[in-house]
Each structure stands twice: as structure tokens, then as C-alpha cells.
């Protein structure tokens, strides 16, 4: 009977992770148009959230923090998997040593599991910044194009191609495709020498 409840428990525990992990994910897949709608709805004036907010004196809609958020909701997945990854390659003899020593869960991620995977983590994060600075729709949504307040790289090389502005919209894109490289770049030699020390 014991082992019965502990194979439910396992299992729906693991059934609560992958619907969380889906979720998490959901944004990879999702067109950016329709999350920078999902952000509309929950941080707008109209909602709940948005009113709570606003009397706080945070506004998020048509403001460069409304921006940040998008960026941040689009990209967070390729920002998630890398540290996920890293994450579970870490052996479980060392997470189980850090309780028999009396570490805290917050505690064993600041002393075990980040100093072993920050590699990966800074990985995720740079991957995450270069999409972020490509994100177009879920920005435009939420952040609108204010020029010099929220209008992002992207929505500038958009509008330059719209007004025939050919030479805006060149030097634009060479700026974020020689950003985009280096950060690739970096990666890569980030993840040999993680794989040379694993080696």
C-alpha cells in the first residue's frame, strides 16, 4: 500500500513539473503577437493586475518597463532550457551532500548548483539577450514605438524599412547582426570549454 501511494505521489508530482515546464516553455512556440495580447490583458488598465499596479505608481503599458517585460516573457525559455540542462547534469551525490551537511534547498543552489553550471547560466542569459534584442511583436503590443522612449532596435529597423529609410535600416541591422555574432561567438566558446572540463 506504501509503495502504491509513493508511486501516485512520484507520479503526480512529475505530472505537476511537465504541465509547469510546459507552461514555462509555452512562450518558444507561442506567435509574439498573441503573448504581448496575454500581457495586454493581465497588466492593462482593465485588469485587475493593471489597477493594482497603477495605484502602486507602476505602469507598464506604453513604457519602456512594459518593453523589458515583453522582452523578457519572449525570451525566457531560451534563457530556462540551457540552466535546466546544466542543472540536471549536476550529480546528485553532491545535492545530497549538501543536506547531509545541513544545507537549505536556497542554500545548496547558491553554494552547489550555480558555481558548477554558471557557464551554462551565463550561456542562457546571453542567448537570452540577443533574442530579446530581436523581439518585435510582443514589444510592439505592449511597449508601442515611441521614439526615445520605447521603441526598440527591431521596431526602429522596421519603421526605417516602411519609410524607404535604406540607410537607417542597413546600418541597424549590421549593429544588432555584429551584437548577435559575438554573442553566439562567446557561447560557443563557452560550451567547448565546459564539454574540455567535463572531458
Not at 5 to 32: C, G, Q, W
Not at 118 to 146: D, K, P, Q, Y
Not at 174 to 182: A, L, P
Request: aromatic share 10%.
Amino acid at each position: 500500500m506504501s509503495h502504491f501511494k509513493f508511486y501516485s505521489a512520484h507520479r503526480y508530482k512529475n505530472k505537476f513539473t511537465d504541465l509547469i515546464d510546459t507552461i514555462l516553455t509555452l512562450p518558444m512556440v507561442l506567435p509574439p503577437t498573441v503573448l504581448g495580447y496575454y500581457l495586454l490583458v493581465c497588466f492593462g488598465q482593465e485588469s485587475s493586475l493593471g489597477r493594482l499596479l497603477e495605484s502602486l505608481g507602476i505602469q507598464l503599458i506604453f513604457t519602456i518597463k512594459g518593453a523589458i517585460l515583453a522582452a523578457a516573457f519572449v525570451t525566457f525559455p531560451l534563457v530556462l532550457k540551457p540552466i535546466q540542462a546544466a542543472f540536471d547534469q549536476i550529480p546528485q551525490v553532491l545535492k545530497d551532500a549538501s543536506k547531509v551537511i545541513g544545507l537549505k534547498s536556497w542554500q545548496t543552489l547558491l553554494v552547489v548548483i550555480i558555481p558548477l553550471s554558471w557557464e551554462s547560466v551565463l550561456a542562457g542569459l546571453l542567448l537570452g539577450f540577443a533574442r530579446g534584442l530581436g523581439e518585435f511583436g510582443a514589444t510592439l503590443m505592449i511597449a508601442g514605438s515611441i521614439p526615445g522612449k520605447t521603441q526598440t532596435i527591431s521596431i526602429s529597423i522596421w519603421e526605417a524599412v516602411q519609410a524607404g529609410n535604406d540607410q537607417l535600416a542597413n546600418v541597424l541591422v549590421g549593429i544588432i547582426s555584429v551584437v548577435c555574432i559575438i554573442i553566439l561567438f562567446a557561447v560557443k566558446r563557452m560550451n567547448k570549454q565546459t564539454w574540455k572540463q567535463r572531458c
